[in-house]
T-cell receptor, first 111, second 113 residues
Framework: GESVGLHLPTLSVQEGDNSIINCAYSNSASDYFIWYKQESGKGPQFIIDIRSNMDKRQGQRVTVLLNKTVKHLSLQIAATQPGDSAVYFCAAYTGGFKTIFGAGTRLFVKA | DGGITQSPKYLFRKEGQNVTLSCEQNLNHDAMYWYRQDPGQGLRLIYYSQIVNDFQKGDIAEGYSVSREKKESFPLTVTSAQKNPTAFYLC????????????FGAGTRLSVL
């Protein structure tokens, strides 16, 4: 079946370094992708999205890269801060109503 | 404040009991969703609703029921038929079920006594 997976369940980075969180998806028909951030005990919050007609999109301190050839996307966080510590999910929209969510990568930021 | 509100934050269920989780949104969104989140897993869709008085089963609907009598409200009942209800439940809404960002509530953590 369809799946969205992240390469690492946890990632630890030093404060001030850049973070890269990866995600792979299985359905080549997926044409819209979203990254969410979930802090402990809270619901996911939108970070950034990208449509399949784009390779890159930038936000404030975040960049999403999409490689449709290998069905891979990544979230890059510049100058990682303690407040960035959370679980990050990628989600792929596959048409109709369905959005497939990955299991999440927990980002730890070391001071 | 615009947003999506879930209550209660914590809920305990006794054996054989039905419990209802509340979800209210004031974003004027047509679509609403219920997800279940278990440790180390992605969100799994329980039910979704595209419009008032309409709802559809998701991937794991067994043991759950919903209603959508008002646009703002999409309560989820966890019935006694759900044998493993302990999880974090998330409600979300979006302008439609098409390609859209989903806005999530803060969640309800359900445990079994």
């Amino acid at each position: 079946g369809e799946s969205v997976g992240l390469h690492l369940p946890t990632l630890s980075v030093q404060e001030g370094d850049n973070s890269i969180i990866n995600c792979a998806y299985s359905n080549s028909a997926s044409d819209y992708f979203i990254w969410y951030k979930q802090e402990s005990g809270k619901g996911p919050q939108f970070i950034i999205d990208i449509r399949s007609n784009m390779d890159k999109r930038q936000g404030q301190r975040v960049t999403v890269l999409l490689n449709k050839t290998v069905k891979h996307l990544s979230l890059q966080i510049a100058a990682t801060q303690p407040g960035d510590s959370a679980v990050y999910f990628c989600a792929a929209y596959t048409g109709g109503f369905k959005t497939i969510f990955g299991a999440g990568t927990r980002l730890f930021v070391k001071a | 404040d615009g947003g999506i509100t879930q209550s209660p934050k914590y809920l305990f269920r006794k054996e054989g009991q039905n419990v209802t989780l509340s979800c209210e949104q004031n974003l004027n969104h047509d679509a609403m969703y219920w997800y279940r989140q278990d440790p180390g897993q992605g969100l799994r869709l329980i039910y979704y609703s595209q419009i008032v008085n309409d709802f559809q089963k998701g991937d794991i609907a067994e043991g759950y029921s919903v209603s959508r009598e008002k646009k703002e409200s999409f309560p989820l009942t966890v019935t006694s038929a759900q044998k493993n209800p302990t999880a974090f439940y998330l409600c979300a809404s979006s302008p439609s079920v098409a390609k859209n960002i989903q806005y999530f509530g803060a969640g309800t953590r359900l445990s079994v006594l």
